[in-house]
């Protein structure tokens, strides 16, 4: 039995004040919820002080990228250990703004969930199709492609660690949604491929959240299909009252 995940990706967002405020307000608001995994993953520089906000709550705190390298000339970086340090457990790794903004390859994204897991960190490796692709009908190739090559060289005991992140391009930011046949149909492609590259059992055990315009109205249909085991949420995470309130749908 997959225990349902549920993380808030605030993208570049929020300031130091308002950060801590909404960490404190889920603090609150969540402080009973023992049957649902969450998380919020703020910009680098506030990782710290919600650290400090939720650190008496059961919500973990992750980074929305990390620089595979242990430490050294990489101006701008950051490090697995320092992301540790400033009180993460998780980070995402190739979120489609990472992919198709900033330019990252597949190859840098396995650099990155291999460190992280290296130094002890939980990766969620986001996957996911472009409009143009789903359209063409490619989206199995691509999701499939993304996932064998973002777990490259990770044998059975390693990925454990990962979670994976299904969220089609287009239903990101968009208010678009895929629908949640169109979210089970790949959700259930991918535990197929896990299966295929690991063995049925890891298969099972792997978390496979759905990302792309989650919110409070469609959480519950989309938490109802067998292989969504959770949610990577954008914009609705920025509101104490919709991420609360679609955790606790959940729960
Ligand atoms: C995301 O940032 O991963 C995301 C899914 O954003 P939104 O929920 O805003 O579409």
Redesign the pocket.
Known sequence: MRKPFIAG?W?MNMDSASSVALAAGLAKELENVETVDVAVCPPFVYTQSVSAALSASNIAVGAQDVYFEGKGAFTGEISCDMLKDTGCTYV?AG???RRHVIGETDELINQKVTAAIDSGLLPIL?VGELLEERQAEKTTEVVAEQVKKGLAGLCNERVQAVTI?Y?PVW?????L?ATPEQAQEVHAMIRGLLAELYDEDIAQTLRIQY?????PGNTAELMAQPDVDG???????LKVEDFAAMVKTVA
């Open positions: 990706n993208k995402l979120h489609s703004e986001c992140a969220e239903a990101i930011g968009t208010g949604t990302g792309g315009s989650a919110k949610l990577l949420v954008g914009g609705a995470s």
